[in-house]
């Protein structure tokens, strides 16, 4: 009696879920929100024709890109909207902060929509299967089915760097609680992806045009071609350096046992 006594606990829950449906929900929904930005951007035109060009007076080649963009952000808004508050009023999903939960949802849907439309537009059927890999990378990789300490470490090694990780990680917070800021955190990092997106589509895609019809007067097609690469591998480098060096600056705290106690 006296051990029991001296020796007894209390456990206290913190950031519980209530069921196993509602711990699963970040995965299962946000693995499709990218989905469905990749359906969209392997069946919508992500070029404007040049009958509609002239039709809107030929604005210049980044107002297009970011224009066009337009119908894609529509679009994965809604399917997020529908998605997420789906979730929540007829398969109640938990959720302490429901309207981060919608919010996770929103800059997730733009953010991968972006990804998708600037790699189809850049690099057409080489965009669609880097956004096909990038999915596959993402089922296993952005900690969302399988506890990364259980997988090989390049896997682990591979997670920030992949969009889906930083959403999940967002909407666990907004289901179970914010903790040490991840919310914030993981939302920032998220959004970090755009600036490569935008280096690639403005200055690669909107910003050659010009660039390239000079070239060609000047260089002919060879040196134009060469130059052509050398550029897009500079800007594609670029952009991958700095999503990764943010992504691994702006990676929240785990959490852990010991902080919770």
Do not use: C
């Not at 902060?97 to 800059?107: A, K, N």
């Not at 998220?190 to 000079?214: D, M, T």
């Amino acid at each position: 009696e006296f051990r029991r006594v001296l020796f007894r606990s209390d456990r206290i829950a913190l950031y519980t879920v209530a069921n196993y449906g509602s711990a699963m929900a970040p995965f299962y929904t946000i693995l499709p929100l990218f989905v469905g930005s990749l359906l969209m951007a392997v069946t919508l035109k992500t070029t404007v024709s040049r009958k509609n060009r002239e039709e809107l007076d030929n604005p210049k080649p980044h107002q297009l890109f970011l224009g066009h963009y337009g119908v894609f952000a529509v679009i994965a808004l809604l399917q997020s909207t529908f998605s997420l508050g789906g979730g929540l009023l007829f398969l109640h999903i938990q959720a302490v902060h429901p309207w981060l939960f919608m919010l996770t949802g929103w800059v997730a849907s733009l953010v991968f929509s972006f990804f998708t439309y600037t790699m189809v537009a850049s690099f057409g059927n080489v965009g669609k299967a880097i956004g096909v890999l990038t999915l596959v990378l993402q089922i296993s990789g952005a900690n969302g089915a399988y506890p990364l300490a259980v997988l090989p470490k390049i896997i682990g090694d591979i997670s920030p760097f992949l969009p889906a990780t930083h959403a999940i990680t967002a909407l666990r917070a907004a289901i179970a609680g914010i903790y040490n800021n991840d919310y914030w955190h993981a939302i920032g990092s998220l959004l970090l992806f755009l600036i490569p997106l935008l280096l690639i589509g403005l200055l690669l895609i909107a910003g050659a045009v010009g660039w390239l019809s000079h070239a060609l007067s000047v260089e002919g097609f060879n040196g134009a071609a060469i130059l052509t690469a050398l550029r897009a591998a500079v800007l594609i480098g670029i952009g991958l350096v700095v999503a990764l060096d943010a992504a691994i600056l702006l990676q929240p705290v785990p959490r852990s046992e010991h902080d919770h106690s």
